[in-house]
């Protein structure tokens, strides 16, 4: 493989690490959005949790990064 060649690729690449960066983001917000709807209805906040997490499929460090700046 040429360099010209390897450049595409590594370009490529970058790219699309990019684009899963902005939708990992992008995701991450539209779930702080609904912990703050879910929150102004009283919900409880472990049964808001739960409900997170299985909605949007989060691992337990994405759990902690949405909740642990809020107490």
């Not at 995701?27 to 959005?33: F, L, S």
């Not at 929150?39 to 909740?67: N, P, S, V, W």
């Amino acid at each position: 493989m040429d360099n010209k060649t390897h450049m595409m690729f590594h370009d490529e690449d970058v790219r699309e690490e990019g684009r899963r960066a902005g939708i990992t983001a992008g995701k991450m917000e539209a779930v702080r959005g609904a912990i703050e709807l879910l929150r102004q209805t009283g919900m409880a906040e472990d049964q808001l949790k739960a409900k997170i997490r299985q909605q949007f499929a989060l691992t337990d460090l994405q759990m902690q990064t949405l909740f642990e700046h809020d107490n």
